[in-house]
Nanobody
Framework: QLRLAESGGGLVQPGGSLRLSCKGS????????IAWIRQAPGKEREAVSC????????NYAESVKGRFTISRDNAKDMVFLQMNNLRPEDTAVYYC?????????????????WGQGAQVTVTS
C-alpha cells in the first residue's frame, strides 16, 4: 500500500527553523515527483515547494522562496523541507504529496498520494 508519512512539525517562534521529513513506503519513491502542500485554517491548499523524481529540479512558491529548501534522498525514500526564518503566516498543516512521474509542478491537483499532514505553528 502506497503511504507517505510526515514528521518534524511543531511549535516555533518567528524567525525560527523547522525541518519536515516525508518517508515513503509501499512503493518506489524515486519514480515519484513530490510536493509539499500546506493548508491554513479557512484557506485553500497551497503547494509551497516541489521536487522532480530525480531531485535535479525544484520549484518554490513566491511566499517561501529564499526561506524554504526542498531536497530528497531516494536511497532512503525520504523527502525533506528545511524551513528557515519562519513567519506566523507559515502556520498550517503541511502535507507531503506524490505523483508518479518525473516532473514536479506547484499544481496541487497533480498529486494523488498524500500523507496525513504535520502541524507547523509559528507564534511568539
Amino acid at each position: 500500500q502506497l503511504r507517505l508519512a510526515e514528521s518534524g512539525g511543531g511549535l516555533v517562534q518567528p524567525g525560527g527553523s523547522l525541518r519536515l521529513s516525508c518517508k515513503g513506503s509501499g512503493f518506489a519513491m524515486d519514480y515519484y515527483a513530490i510536493a509539499w502542500i500546506r493548508q491554513a485554517p479557512g484557506k485553500e491548499r497551497e503547494a509551497v515547494s516541489c521536487i522532480s523524481s530525480s531531485g535535479d529540479s525544484t520549484n518554490y512558491a513566491e511566499s517561501v522562496k529564499g526561506r524554504f529548501t526542498i531536497s530528497r534522498d531516494n536511497a532512503k525514500d525520504m523527502v525533506f523541507l528545511q524551513m528557515n526564518n519562519l513567519r506566523p503566516e507559515d502556520t498550517a498543516v503541511y502535507y507531503c504529496a506524490g505523483d508518479r512521474g518525473p516532473i514536479a509542478t506547484l499544481r496541487v491537483r497533480q498529486y494523488d498520494v498524500w500523507g496525513q499532514g504535520a502541524q507547523v505553528t509559528v507564534t511568539s
